[in-house]
C-alpha cells in the first residue's frame, strides 16, 4: 500500500470512528429521550420510572437514576428490578447498611430472585460478610444456573479468603458461559496472578487487551507480569502502550520506573518524579524513588523520599519496616 492510500485509508478510519461514536451518542440520547417521554406520561405507573432509572444507570448517571429507583419503589414497593437497583446504587454509594436493609427485606419477601440474592452477596461482600454472601450467590445459582455474574462474584469472595483454588473454578465457569466478558478474564488472571501462574494469567490479560486495548491498567498489569517472568522488553513495551493511552498515569510511570530501576537508575528517577509530579503522595513512587537514589549514594535525597513515604504508606504497609531500617541507617 503506497503512503497516499494508507493516508487516505487512515482518514476514512477516522471518519468512521468518528460516526460510530456519534451514532453512538444518538442511541444514548434517543434511549434517555425515549424513558423520560415514556415517564413523563405515566407519572403515576412504577415501569417507566424503572426503565428510566435503568438507562441512566448505565449511562453511569447514578444520582438521577437513584431518584427514579426511589420514585418507582414508592409507586410499587414489589417491583423487582426498582428494588433490586436501588439496593445497588446504595451499595454503590457507599450506602452499606441501607442496601443491606433494602435487599434483605426484599428477599424475605421474594426468596426466589437469582438478582436480588445477587446484589445481596455483593452488598455482604463489601461488608465483609463473606460467608454471607457466598450463601446468597449459591442460592442464586440454584435459582438461575446460567447467570456468570454470580459464579464471578464468588470467585471475588474467594479470592479475598484466599480460597484460590475455589476462586480460579469459579472464575473459569464464568469465562466459559461468556467468553468475550473482559472483567471475567481480568479476574480469572488476578487469581492465577495470586497462585503464582504468571504465564497463564498472561495468556489471560492478552485476550482481554484484544478486547479493551485503550484500558490502561491492562498493560500496568502485563507490564509487572512480564518484568516478574524476566522479560524487560515486553515489560517495557507494555508500560509505555499505558503511558501512551493515558499520559497522567502515575502508576503507569511507576512501573516503567521500576522495570528501568534494575538496569538505568536516572531513567527510573525520571519516571518517579513523572508520577510524584502527578501524584505527590503516591506511596510507591517515594519508596522506590528513595532506594534509587540510596542506590546513587544521594543520601539526602533519599532521606527525604523515606520520611514522605513513611508519613503517606498505610500502618498496614509491607515496606514501613524496612523504610524504617533504611532511615535510621542513612540518618548515621
Same mark, same amino acid.
Given at each position: ?134 450463601? #446468597? =450467590?449459591?442460592?442464586? $445459582?440454584?435459582?438461575? *444456573?446460567?447467570?456468570?455474574? +454470580? !459464579?464471578? @462474584? &464468588? %470467585? /471475588? ?113 525520571? #519516571? =518517579?518524579?513523572?508520577? $510524584?509530579?502527578?501524584? *505527590?503522595?503516591?506511596?510507591? +513512587? !517515594?519508596? @522506590? &524513588? %528513595? /532506594? ?41
Amino acid at each position: 500500500m503506497t503512503l497516499k492510500y494508507e493516508t487516505a485509508f487512515f482518514i476514512a478510519i477516522a471518519v468512521i470512528l468518528s460516526i460510530a461514536a456519534f451514532q453512538r451518542n444518538i442511541v444514548w440520547m434517543n434511549e434517555l429521550t425515549f424513558w423520560r417521554d415514556a415517564r413523563d406520561n405515566s407519572l403515576n405507573k412504577a415501569r417507566p420510572h424503572t426503565n428510566l432509572g435503568a438507562a441512566l444507570k448505565r449511562k453511569w448517571l447514578i444520582k438521577d437514576a437513584e431518584k427514579e429507583f426511589t420514585i418507582a419503589v414508592r409507586i410499587d414497593p414489589d417491583d423487582h428490578d426498582a428494588v433490586v437497583n436501588l439496593g445497588d446504587i446504595y451499595r454503590i454509594n457507599g450506602r452499606l447498611a441501607d442496601s443491606l436493609n433494602v435487599l434483605m427485606n426484599f428477599v424475605k419477601k421474594h426468596p426466589t430472585t437469582p438478582y436480588g440474592r445477587n446484589n445481596l452477596g455483593n452488598v455482604s461482600g463489601d461488608m465483609n460478610l463473606y460467608d454471607n454472601a457466598l450463601q #446468597e =450467590y449459591s442460592i442464586a $445459582l440454584k435459582l438461575k *444456573p446460567f447467570f456468570p455474574d +454470580a !459464579h464471578n @462474584n &464468588m %470467585a /471475588v469472595i474467594y479470592k479475598r479468603q484466599g480460597r484460590l483454588i475455589d476462586a480460579r473454578r469459579e472464575s473459569a465457569q464464568a469465562v466459559d458461559m461468556i467468553p468475550d466478558n473482559p472483567t471475567y478474564r481480568n479476574n480469572l488472571a488476578l487469581t492465577l496472578i495470586d497462585m503464582g501462574k504468571y504465564k497463564e494469567a498472561l495468556g489471560e490479560l492478552n485476550i482481554v487487551e484484544a478486547m479493551e486495548p485503550k484500558y490502561p491498567d491492562i498493560h500496568i498489569r502485563m507490564a509487572r507480569l512480564y518484568f516478574t517472568i524476566g522479560d524487560i522488553i515486553m515489560a517495557e513495551n507494555s508500560a509505555r502502550k499505558a503511558i501512551a493511552i493515558q499520559p497522567m498515569d502515575f502508576k503507569a510511570h511507576v512501573t516503567l520506573g521500576n522495570i528501568y530501576k534494575s538496569t538505568n537508575l536516572d531513567l527510573a528517577i525520571k #519516571e =518517579y518524579e513523572t508520577a $510524584l509530579a502527578i501524584n *505527590p503522595d503516591y506511596t510507591e +513512587a !517515594h519508596y @522506590n &524513588m %528513595a /532506594v534509587s537514589l540510596k542506590e546513587m549514594g544521594r543520601h539526602e535525597e533519599a532521606l527525604k523520599h523515606y520520611r514522605k513515604f513513611l508519613e503517606t504508606a498505610p500502618p498496614d504497609e509491607p515496606f514501613r519496616k524496612d523504610a524504617m531500617k533504611h532511615l535510621e541507617r542513612l540518618k548515621k
